[in-house]
């Protein structure tokens, strides 16, 4: 079977824009649009569901503050207890105001740094990971859409001719 | 189109007839171009200055924290000064980047790329003030709870100074991750320009692999605005735990609790200073005057005057209450009329005339609205800065409970090396990162580019006249 793709360049977001909503409309699956810059809507009009990072980001906080929590619990009060100015060394509830910065910052480090982490796994970006946009002028100032061809290669062209493409082109997808 | 609408009253952020691909070609450019003169004496100058700072720094870890001025009374100074200087301008970046975004300003995205870098570059030269001022840098690792021969002794969590460890090293982490997640679309779009094989290696691996799949922008725009609202509190606990080096204490003068909200606006004044002080550089330097325009420089402004007088209003206060206490004790703190009539009197009178008197000119719009105005009262108010917290630490210090044991700060050449240093290398980093480095994100510039620019605003409102 082949694997024909059609990308079709648009040079503007708001053609891109009504361009997406008259494909879906003629109930073609767009498979992919890479941009240069966050187009706004774009994800809505592709019926992409919305992410689910910043839950993710909760968690992670928690987790943070967790750890937070049972690091100076372990270090000061189990594992070696010290006077330390009179601050009460006996119990984590009464020593707990001197450790709330600590708590603070834990929260934002894990909640940050995890958050980035799985968006960089989710959306597969890392150092040496090869970029996957099939045209350089993408991250400059035009806009691709890529949608599969099955045997309708001449309807979908005439489709996107109208819909403003300023280049339609039919590439075998390996 | 009705969704790129902005009220005409709005003065454009994009001058000029600007379309997306004359944005990638105007950033592009100082990196694909040649230096000029102009920048390799700036770059060898700081690499100087950065020279001679190595130099004390390695005099100093090989004799001994003697080499400084420091004494038994005044056991911090240039130092500490230093290392609270930085960490201050580091605010303005994460400020910036965070706090606007989360108040959905336009204007930062001009100036958020090179205010972040500045962030990161700033706490740089903040970290080594205390890593060698430990005497031995290579048991800077103490200051990390990890398990160890001790016993295992660990970390004490009471003290701010380990707060401090935590605030910075998670600041400079977070600011980091944001930064460099907000230049992998610039770092593509200079890797899909590159002609040069090294070239475009190089920005595949910093980049990397950025496409710009709908999906991965969605994603992106979220992980933006959830950092800017973990960086928000972020960076005012750093300030505020930094404060905290002092108002924990119980010296008199430091002893004080407006002192984090004190500092962390002090720390957001001299912040923006320092954007002005580079962007009003930059922007001539790199041809980017159409992007940093005077309505930028005017709202940085209005930033530097709301936090100017927050700070002179907390100096008010200090001083009043230190007079109003009766105490002879407070009349040695830094904010008294003994420090302003004693030996430190030309301190503190620089610290009034820099830090509160000069902003006061940008309530004449004339010169907030002007870059040669802004440059001078910008490099006026890191001055006064810098002499905000010497006075903070040297003149409290100077005078004990116990007048036999009153002594003076005198800085060595050591001292003065290292400060220089950390500027020079300040600027060996900052005039890299010019070179190499998208200095504005325009993958953010262009999607405003409708609503802001100069060409859109005058298509759309042309209608109306």
């Not at chain 1, 906080?61 to 929590?69: N, V």
């Not at chain 2, 706490?123 to 060698?132: E, R």
């Not at chain 2, 070179?435 to 620019?453: N, W, Y």
């Amino acid at each position: 079977m082949s694997n024909k793709v059609i990308h079709a360049l648009y040079n503007d977001d708001d053609i891109l824009m009504d361009a997406v909503k008259k494909v879906k409309a003629a109930h073609h699956h767009i498979d992919e649009v890479f941009t240069p810059f966050p187009v706004h809507g774009l994800d809505k009009a592709l019926g992409l569901a919305p992410t689910k990072l910043a839950i993710t980001a909760f968690l992670y906080g928690l987790t943070g503050l967790s750890f937070a929590i049972w690091m100076t619990n372990y270090m000061m009060i189990e594992d070696w207890p010290q006077d330390i100015g009179g601050k009460p060394n006996f119990s984590w509830v009464e020593n707990m105001p001197a450790f709330v910065p600590i708590m603070f910052e834990l929260t934002v480090f894990f909640a940050a740094h995890l958050m980035v982490i799985t968006f960089y796994m989710r959306s597969r970006i890392w150092p040496f990971k090869e970029a996957e946009n099939p045209d350089v002028r993408t991250t400059d100032d035009h806009f691709l859409m890529e949608i599969s061809v099955h045997d309708n290669e001449k309807e979908l062209t005439a489709l996107l001719q109208e819909t403003g493409a300023v280049e339609i082109n039919v590439i075998d997808k390996h | 189109m009705s969704s790129h609408y902005e009220a005409p009253i709005r003065e454009p952020l994009v001058l000029g007839d600007k379309s997306y691909h004359d944005i990638t070609v105007d950033i592009a450019k100082p990196i694909e171009g040649k230096a000029n003169k102009n920048w390799y004496i700036a770059f060898t100058i700081s690499l100087i200055a950065f020279s001679w700072g190595i130099g004390c720094i390695l005099y100093t870890i090989g004799t001994g924290i003697g080499v400084w001025g420091l004494n038994k009374n005044i056991g911090w100074a240039w130092d500490i000064t230093n290392f609270v200087w930085w960490v201050g301008i580091g605010h303005a970046g994460t400020l910036i980047s965070a706090v606007l975004l989360l108040f959905r300003q336009r204007w930062r995205m001009a100036i958020n790329r090179s205010a972040e870098a500045m962030t990161i570059f700033a706490v740089f030269q903040a970290g080594l003030f205390p890593i060698i001022h430990m005497g031995r840098p290579w048991n800077a690792y103490w200051v990390l709870p990890i398990p160890n021969q001790f016993g295992s002794l660990w970390v004490n969590f009471n003290s701010p100074l380990l707060w401090d460890v935590f605030a910075i090293s998670t600041y400079l982490s977070v600011s980091l991750v944001f930064w460099w997640t907000g230049l992998l679309p610039d770092f593509a779009m200079l890797r899909d320009r590159a002609i040069k094989p090294f070239q475009k290696k190089i920005y595949a691996l910093l980049s990397f692999g950025w496409s710009g799949r709908a999906k991965d922008w969605q994603r992106f725009e979220e992980v933006s605005l959830v950092l800017a609202g973990l960086a928000t509190p972020l960076v005012l606990s750093v300030h505020t735990i930094v404060s905290m080096d002092f108002a924990t204490s119980i010296n008199p003068g430091w002893h004080s609790t407006i002192f984090p909200p004190y500092f962390v606006a002090g720390a957001i004044f001299s912040g923006f200073a320092m954007v002005q002080t580079l962007l009003g550089v930059m922007r001539k330097v790199t041809n980017l005057e159409n992007y940093i325009t005077r309505l930028h420089v005017e709202y940085m402004n209005m930033v530097i005057m709301l936090t100017g007088g927050i700070v002179a209003v907390a100096y008010a206060s200090e001083f009043f209450i230190a007079w109003y206490t009766g105490s002879p004790y407070e009349n040695f703190t830094y904010m008294s009329v003994g420090a302003a009539t004693g030996a430190y009197g030309w301190a503190f009178w620089s610290l009034i005339l820099f830090n509160i008197a000069i902003p006061q000119l940008l309530w004449i719009k004339k010169i907030r609205v002007s870059f040669i105005g802004s440059f001078l009262i910008s490099i006026a108010i890191n001055i006064g800065m810098w002499f905000e917290r010497f006075d903070i630490i040297a003149i409290v210090l100077s005078k004990g409970h116990l007048p036999s044991t009153w002594t003076r700060f005198e800085p060595t050449f050591v001292d003065v090396g290292v400060f220089i240093g950390t500027i020079g290398f300040f600027g060996v980093l900052f005039l890299l990162y010019a070179r190499t480095f998208p200095v504005i994100a325009q993958a953010e510039v262009k999607s405003i580019l409708k609503v802001s620019g100069e060409n859109y605003k005058k298509l759309r409102d042309g209608s109306h006249e």
